[in-house]
């Protein structure tokens, strides 16, 4: 049996022909007949729908209940810390200016002493025998010195024997005063009030110079250095607030301005020195003490700020939920700009003015839209 194959153009030709065949009415027939079932379809969409919709309620939408507060402005202040060891301002090791045998030391350790209070005597036995035979030769040369003087008013005499016994008794006098301030270095008194807190020799022992003896201290003014990273070179400056706490001494804390300023860097640490001196009356406050500092490093009037913790992230940046009202009970994102922070509060440049409410219990288990409750 032979296969009839028709040419792909004849079938064309065809399908052309029996289209040709239908004419303008029947067309308009066919399309009203489609419009018709389009109606009469609609229409059973519709009671279907109706049906559905009383036999199967509309689900509720979940509320979740969260905790609010309300977006403040405040005094905001950040801080940097920083660690120091407290010193004494009148501190001294003190040890006599010549060498000798101690004699005395009429002071005895936790001592309170004053200013010029004696702390120590040198053996000065022999200083004082030499003063006694320069004493008595000068009384002779001094009895020579006048006669001659008397004879030389008068014209008699040589000028020379007259100036050799007025330089003899200059010279015994300049040896005398050379041996009494001798005799006071054989003293040392204290430079200051305050406590003897040390002695480190015993009488008989021999003293030198630049040795230290007795050391007095005194509590009453102490203060603590500190070192600044150069990046607050121009937020910390004197007058500038400081706290100080001390591990020891807890509940112990001093507000007091900065005393000193460094203005010059360190090349290796790429710090800066600063000094803060503390009044210290009842003298709880011990040299060598270890001492926290927190120095004042913004200071920013009316602030809008909110909670570290409520800032959260997502791809378009920070962001708090906040909700409008009674009227919609919505969680909303609001995208901020944010400022400084101190860990607990961060400011907010933008995206807040202040008096907003916020979701601060309960943003975890909301989305942008999701209805709210709150108390």
Known sequence: MKKVIIPLVALIVMAVSCNQERTVDKINADLAKTKKEITSLTAKQTALEAELAVKQPVKEEKVTKVVVETVKKINFTDYIESNGMVEAVKAASISPEMGGKIASIPVKV??????????????????????????????????????????WDQGVG???????????????????????????????????????????????ELASPGRGIVDVVNL???????????????????????????????????????????????????????????????????????????????NLPNAVVVPTALIRQDVEGSYVFSVQGSTERKAHKVYLKTGSSDGSMTVVEGGLIGGEMIISQGYNHVKEGSLVTWN
């Open 158 to 204: 040589s000028e020379m024997q007259y100036l050799q016994i007025k330089n003899s008794k200059e010279s015994l006098e300049s040896k005398m005063a050379t041996i009494k301030s001798q005799l006071e270095l054989t003293k040392i008194y204290a430079p200051f009030d305050g406590r003897v807190e040390k002695i480190a020799m015993k009488v008989g």
């Open 110 to 151: 936790g001592q309170q002493v004053r200013k010029g209070q004696l702390l120590m005597v040198l053996d000065s036995k022999v200083m004082e025998s030499g003063l006694v035979e320069l004493q008595k030769g000068l009384e002779m040369v001094v009895t020579t010195y006048n006669k001659q003087k008397e004879l």
């Open 220 to 298: 009453s003014s102490l203060y603590v250095n500190t070192e600044v990273s150069e990046a607050f070179m121009q937020t910390v400056n004197k007058g500038d607030t400081v706290s100080i706490e001390f591990p020891n001494l807890p509940g112990v804390v001093k507000t007091i301005p900065i005393s000193y300023k460094g203005d010059v860097i360190n090349p290796q640490s790429r710090t800066f020195s600063v000094r803060v001196e503390i009044p210290n009356t009842a003298q709880e406050i011990k040299p060598n003490m270890l001492a926290n500092m927190k120095i004042r490093v913004i």
